[in-house]
C-alpha cells in the first residue's frame, strides 16, 4: 500500500495499452473516435448485465452467500455473451460507417481498412475492460490498509495487474480475430472467441489459486496473440523481414 | 480534435475535486440563483426545493442570453467588451487566487503575499492580454480550459446536490430549444453574426455571477491552412452550447466545456469511485463524437448540450447504481470479466 505498489501495479496494467494508445492511435483523430466508441459499447454491454444482475439480486435472498455468488457469476457469463453480441454489433456498425465515409471521402477507399478498425476495437474494448477492472483498485492502493488482513492473499495488487493486463491484450487480440472472421464469413470463429472468453472468465474463479488462473490465461494469451498474428496477415515471412530489416517489395498492410 | 481539450478540462476538474476537499465542503454557502435550500426533512420538499432552484437558475440565464441578443442586435458593443472584460477580470484574477489558496492549503505549502501577488498578477495580465487581444494559440486554448474549469469547480462546490443534477437536465433542454427553434436567442444571435458577415461571436457573454468567458482566436488563424491536429479551436459564447465547423476547425462553446465539467466532476466529488467517473467521461465523449457527426451532416450551427449530458446523466445513475456493486463484487473475489 505504498506508491511503489500504486506506480508498478499502474504500469502493469495499463502500460501496454498506454503505449499502444500513444503510438499507433494518437495522432490519427479517425481512430481515437473508434476507441472511444469501442470503449462505449463495452461499456453499455455491461450495463445491461449488471441490470440483469442487480435485478436478480434484489428478487433473492440477499443473506444466503452461496446463491448470491452464484448469481454474480450468472451475472459474469451472461456479462461475456453480452460483450461478444456488442462486440458483433460493434463491427456491423463500423462497416455501416466505413462505407459511409468511404462515399463521401475524397481519397480513393476507405480510410480505415477492416483490420485497422479491429485493432483499435479490440483495444477500445480492452483499455475500458482493464480500466474498469483495475481502477478502483489502484485507488485504494495509496491509501492506508492491510493486504490479505482476514487470511486473504497477500498478493491482490500485483495479481489484479497482470490478470487486467492480460484481459486487455486478450480483447485486442480477440477484436483482431473476430472482425477477421466477420469479415471472411467464417462463423466458427465467434464460437471460438466466445468460448475463449468465457474459458479466460473460468480461469479467474480459481482465485486466488492464481498459479492456476494466471499462467493459463498469459498462456492463452499468447495462443491469441499468435492466431491474432497470422490473421491479420503476418507469416513467417514477415517476421524474418523484420528481424533481418529488409524492406519487402510489396508493401502489407497491417 | 475537441477531445483533447474537453479532456483535459475535465481532467483538471477531477484532479483538482479528488485532490483539494474544498471544492467538495458544502458550508451552506449558496449561490443567490439558488436560494431554496437542500436540508430539508422529506424527501418530497427536497425535490421541490431542487426543482425551484433549476427554475430560477434558468430563468436567469433565459434573461441574460436575451438581453445579450438584445445587445447584440442594437449594436451596443462597448457594453457587452467592458462586462466581458469584467467577468474575464473576475475569473483570472478572484478565482485563481482563491483556487491557489486552496492548493497551498491542501498541501501544506508556506507562502508569502508578495510571491502570490506576483504569481496570480501575471497569469491574470496574460491571461487577461491572451483571451482579449492577440496571443500564441496554445496559450490562449490554455487559459481557456482552465477558466472553464475554475467555473465549473465554483459550480460544483456553491450548487446543491440535487439542484445541479436537474440544472443539468434543463439546461439541455433550454440548449436544444434556444439553438434550434426559429425565435430561440442563440439562433438570433447566429443570425445577426452571420448576416453582419462578422466573425462569429465577437466575445459574447454571459454573466450572472460573472462569469463565463469567451473568446476568439485570431481571425487571421482561420485562414491559415492549420494543422489537423491543432486544429481551429476557437472558443466561442460561453454559454451557448454551438458547435460550429469552420474551415478545418470546430468551435465549441465555454459553456459546454463547463457544464461537461461540472457532470464529471459531480460524479467524482459524490461516491469516489472511479468507475462512474470514467463512465461519465466516456459517454460525454461520445455524446461529442455524435454532435459532431450531427454537425458534419447538417452543417448549421447545433447545440451541444443535450445529446453529451443525456448520455453523462444515464450514465452517471446507471453506472453509480448497478455498475457499481457488480464490479465491487467481480473485484473482491477477483473474476474477470
Same mark, same amino acid.
Given at each position: 500500500?505504498?506508491?511503489?505498489?500504486?506506480?508498478?501495479?499502474?504500469?502493469?496494467?495499463?502500460?501496454?495499452?498506454?503505449?499502444?494508445?500513444?503510438?499507433?492511435?494518437?495522432?490519427?483523430?479517425?481512430?481515437?473516435?473508434?476507441?472511444?466508441?469501442?470503449?462505449?459499447?463495452?461499456?453499455?454491454?455491461?450495463?445491461?448485465?449488471?441490470?440483469?444482475?442487480?435485478?436478480?439480486?434484489?428478487?433473492?435472498?440477499? #443473506?444466503?452467500?452461496?446463491? #448470491?455468488?452464484?448469481?454474480?457469476?450468472?451475472?459474469?457469463?451472461?456479462?461475456?455473451?453480452? #460483450?461478444?453480441?456488442?462486440?458483433?454489433?460493434?463491427?456491423?456498425?463500423?462497416?455501416?460507417?466505413?462505407?459511409?465515409?468511404?462515399?463521401?471521402?475524397?481519397?480513393?477507399?476507405?480510410?480505415?481498412?477492416?483490420?485497422?478498425?479491429?485493432?483499435?476495437?479490440?483495444?477500445?474494448?480492452?483499455?475500458?475492460?482493464?480500466?474498469?477492472?483495475?481502477?478502483?483498485?489502484?485507488?485504494?492502493?495509496?491509501?492506508?490498509?492491510?493486504?490479505?488482513?482476514?487470511?486473504?492473499?497477500?498478493?491482490?495488487?500485483?495479481?489484479?495487474?497482470?490478470?487486467?493486463?492480460?484481459?486487455?491484450?486478450?480483447?485486442?487480440?480477440?477484436?483482431?480475430?473476430?472482425?477477421?472472421? +466477420?469479415?471472411?464469413?467464417?462463423?466458427?470463429?465467434?464460437?471460438?472467441?466466445? +468460448?475463449?472468453?468465457?474459458?479466460?472468465?473460468?480461469?479467474?474463479?480459481?482465485?486466488?489459486?492464481?498459479?492456476?488462473?494466471?499462467?493459463?490465461?498469459?498462456?492463452?494469451?499468447?495462443?491469441?496473440?499468435?492466431?491474432?498474428?497470422?490473421?491479420?496477415?503476418?507469416?513467417?515471412?514477415?517476421?524474418?523481414?523484420?528481424?533481418? +530489416?529488409?524492406?519487402?517489395?510489396?508493401?502489407?498492410?497491417? | 480534435?475537441?477531445?483533447?481539450?474537453?479532456?483535459?478540462?475535465?481532467?483538471?476538474?477531477?484532479?483538482?475535486?479528488?485532490?483539494?476537499?474544498?471544492?467538495?465542503?458544502?458550508?451552506?454557502?449558496?449561490?443567490?440563483?439558488?436560494?431554496?435550500?437542500?436540508?430539508?426533512?422529506?424527501?418530497?420538499?427536497?425535490?421541490?426545493?431542487?426543482?425551484?432552484?433549476?427554475?430560477?437558475?434558468?430563468?436567469?440565464?433565459?434573461?441574460?442570453?436575451?438581453?445579450?441578443?438584445?445587445?447584440?442586435?442594437?449594436?451596443?458593443?462597448?457594453?457587452?467588451?467592458?462586462?466581458?472584460?469584467?467577468?474575464?477580470?473576475?475569473?483570472?484574477?478572484?478565482?485563481?487566487?482563491?483556487?491557489?489558496?486552496?492548493?497551498?492549503?491542501?498541501?501544506?505549502?508556506?507562502?508569502?503575499?508578495?510571491?502570490?501577488?506576483?504569481?496570480?498578477?501575471?497569469?491574470?495580465?496574460?491571461?487577461?492580454?491572451?483571451?482579449?487581444?492577440?496571443?500564441?494559440?496554445?496559450?490562449?486554448?490554455?487559459?481557456?480550459?482552465?477558466?472553464?474549469?475554475?467555473?465549473?469547480?465554483?459550480?460544483?462546490?456553491?450548487?446543491?446536490?440535487?439542484?445541479?443534477?436537474?440544472?443539468?437536465?434543463?439546461?439541455?433542454?433550454?440548449?436544444?430549444?434556444?439553438?434550434?427553434?426559429?425565435?430561440?436567442?442563440?439562433?438570433?444571435?447566429?443570425?445577426?453574426?452571420?448576416?453582419?458577415?462578422?466573425?462569429?461571436?465577437?466575445?459574447?457573454?454571459?454573466?450572472?455571477?460573472?462569469?463565463?468567458?469567451?473568446?476568439?482566436?485570431?481571425?487571421?488563424?482561420?485562414?491559415?491552412?492549420?494543422?489537423?491536429?491543432?486544429?481551429?479551436?476557437?472558443?466561442?459564447?460561453?454559454?451557448?452550447?454551438?458547435?460550429?465547423?469552420?474551415?478545418?476547425?470546430?468551435?465549441?462553446?465555454?459553456?459546454?466545456?463547463?457544464?461537461?465539467?461540472?457532470?464529471?466532476?459531480?460524479?467524482?466529488?459524490?461516491?469516489?469511485?472511479?468507475?462512474?467517473?470514467?463512465?461519465? !467521461?466516456?459517454?460525454?465523449?461520445?455524446?461529442?463524437?455524435?454532435?459532431?457527426?450531427?454537425?458534419?451532416?447538417?452543417?448549421?450551427?447545433?447545440?451541444?448540450?443535450?445529446?453529451?449530458?443525456?448520455?453523462?446523466?444515464?450514465?452517471? !445513475?446507471?453506472?453509480?447504481?448497478?455498475?457499481?456493486?457488480?464490479?465491487?463484487?467481480?473485484?473482491?473475489?477477483?473474476?474477470?470479466?
Amino acid at each position: 500500500m505504498t506508491a511503489a505498489v500504486f506506480f508498478g501495479c499502474a504500469f502493469i496494467a495499463f502500460g501496454p495499452a498506454f503505449s499502444l494508445f500513444i503510438f499507433t492511435i494518437a495522432k490519427d483523430p479517425l481512430r481515437v473516435i473508434i476507441l472511444i466508441a469501442g470503449a462505449f459499447f463495452w461499456l453499455v454491454s455491461l450495463l445491461l448485465s449488471s441490470l440483469v444482475w442487480f435485478i436478480a439480486t434484489k428478487a433473492t435472498n440477499a #443473506q444466503d452467500l452461496t446463491l #448470491q455468488k452464484n448469481l454474480l457469476i450468472f451475472g459474469s457469463i451472461f456479462s461475456v455473451i453480452l #460483450q461478444e453480441v456488442f462486440r458483433f454489433a460493434y463491427y456491423r456498425l463500423l462497416r455501416k460507417a466505413n462505407e459511409g465515409l468511404a462515399a463521401i471521402s475524397e481519397e480513393d477507399g476507405p480510410p480505415l481498412s477492416v483490420r485497422e478498425m479491429a485493432y483499435v476495437a479490440g483495444l477500445g474494448f480492452g483499455i475500458m475492460s482493464g480500466a474498469f477492472s483495475m481502477i478502483n483498485t489502484l485507488s485504494d492502493s495509496l491509501g492506508p490498509g492491510t493486504v490479505g488482513m482476514f487470511g486473504d492473499s497477500q498478493y491482490y495488487f500485483i495479481t489484479s495487474a497482470l490478470m487486467t493486463l492480460a484481459l486487455t491484450m486478450l480483447h485486442t487480440f480477440w477484436g483482431v480475430v473476430f472482425f477477421e472472421g +466477420c469479415e471472411r464469413k467464417r462463423w466458427w470463429v465467434i464460437a471460438v472467441v466466445l +468460448c475463449v472468453h468465457l474459458m479466460v472468465f473460468s480461469l479467474s474463479l480459481l482465485n486466488p489459486f492464481y498459479v492456476a488462473s494466471i499462467l493459463p490465461v498469459y498462456a492463452i494469451m499468447l495462443l491469441m496473440a499468435v492466431w491474432a498474428f497470422f490473421s491479420s496477415g503476418g507469416s513467417l515471412h514477415n517476421i524474418t523481414l523484420l528481424w533481418t +530489416c529488409r524492406k519487402s517489395n510489396a508493401e502489407t498492410s497491417s | 480534435m475537441l477531445f483533447v481539450p474537453v479532456t483535459l478540462c475535465m481532467v483538471v476538474v477531477v484532479a483538482t475535486i479528488k485532490s483539494v476537499s474544498f471544492y467538495t465542503e458544502k458550508n451552506g454557502q449558496q449561490l443567490i440563483y439558488t436560494p431554496f435550500t437542500e436540508d430539508t426533512d422529506t424527501v418530497g420538499e427536497r425535490l421541490l426545493n431542487s426543482v425551484l432552484n433549476t427554475i430560477i437558475m434558468i430563468s436567469v440565464i433565459v434573461v441574460m442570453t436575451i438581453f445579450l441578443v438584445v445587445l447584440y442586435k442594437y449594436r451596443c458593443y462597448k457594453f457587452i467588451h467592458g462586462w466581458l472584460i469584467l467577468s474575464s477580470l473576475m475569473m483570472l484574477f478572484w478565482f485563481s487566487f482563491m483556487y491557489l489558496g486552496e492548493v497551498f492549503k491542501t498541501y501544506n505549502l508556506a507562502m508569502d503575499y508578495p510571491t502570490v501577488a506576483m504569481i496570480i498578477w501575471n497569469f491574470g495580465v496574460v491571461g487577461m492580454i491572451c483571451i482579449h487581444w492577440k496571443g500564441p494559440l496554445q496559450l490562449q486554448q490554455a487559459y481557456l480550459i482552465a477558466i472553464s474549469a475554475l467555473m465549473a469547480l465554483v459550480f460544483i462546490k456553491y450548487l446543491p446536490e440535487w439542484s445541479a443534477w436537474v440544472i443539468l437536465g434543463a439546461i439541455s433542454v433550454y440548449d436544444l430549444v434556444a439553438v434550434l427553434c426559429p425565435k430561440g436567442p442563440l439562433r438570433m444571435l447566429v443570425e445577426t453574426a452571420q448576416e453582419r458577415n462578422e466573425p462569429i461571436f465577437p466575445a459574447l457573454i454571459y454573466s450572472s455571477a460573472m462569469i463565463w468567458m469567451v473568446g476568439m482566436a485570431n481571425p487571421a488563424r482561420h485562414a491559415e491552412p492549420t494543422n489537423q491536429d491543432t486544429g481551429t479551436f476557437c472558443l466561442i459564447s460561453a454559454y451557448n452550447p454551438l458547435a460550429l465547423t469552420m474551415l478545418r476547425g470546430v468551435k465549441l462553446g465555454l459553456g459546454d466545456f463547463i457544464f461537461y465539467s461540472v457532470l464529471v466532476g459531480k460524479a467524482a466529488a459524490t461516491g469516489g469511485d472511479w468507475n462512474t467517473t470514467l463512465a461519465c !467521461f466516456v459517454a460525454i465523449l461520445i455524446g461529442l463524437c455524435l454532435t459532431l457527426l450531427l454537425l458534419a451532416i447538417f452543417k448549421k450551427a447545433l447545440p451541444a448540450l443535450p445529446i453529451s449530458i443525456t448520455f453523462g446523466l444515464v450514465f452517471y !445513475f446507471s453506472t453509480d447504481n448497478l455498475v457499481r456493486p457488480f464490479m465491487d463484487n467481480l473485484a473482491a473475489h477477483q473474476f474477470y470479466i
